[in-house]
Nanobody, 124 residues
Framework: QVQLVESGGGLVQAGGSLTLSCAAS????????MGWFRRPPGKERMFVAG????????YSTDSVKGRFTISRDNTKNTVYLQMNSLEPADTAVYYC?????????????????WGQGTQVTVSS
């Protein structure tokens, strides 16, 4: 089992920045591919960004490219999502997730372990 706990959400004005953190425990963190997803109000959970075990490979959905950056620190068992130039459309509950898979993992079914989520609200 992998336990994941997100933090860093909150209320921010459009154009502002937030950094989300996700602390992992229970298993060897560096054995897992990590991802961030979000669930906007009234919508399904959707992929935001993913990162390989070493952190050497990252990828993200088109709507956040150039604004959001995923990173990880395997010495701290933590994955981050740096979010800049936030827009009201970024308002959502943000979840981190861990996967034993490899490659381009963009669906919820690719991930076995999930955090409880953290709310991000962007005001206009």
């Amino acid at each position: 089992q992998v336990q994941l706990v997100e933090s860093g959400g909150g209320l921010v004005q459009a154009g502002g920045s937030l950094t989300l953190s996700c602390a992992a425990s229970g298993r060897t963190f560096s054995n897992y591919h990590m991802g961030w997803f979000r669930r906007p109000p009234g919508k399904e959970r959707m992929f935001v960004a993913g990162i390989s075990r070493s952190g050497g490979s990252t990828y993200s959905t088109d709507s956040v490219k150039g604004r959001f950056t995923i990173s990880r620190d395997n010495t701290k068992n933590t994955v981050y999502l740096q979010m800049n130039s936030l827009e009201p459309a970024d308002t959502a509950v943000y979840y981190c997730a861990a996967s034993s898979g490899y490659g381009y993992l963009v669906t919820t079914g690719n991930y076995a372990y999930w955090g409880q989520g953290t709310q991000v609200t962007v005001s206009s």
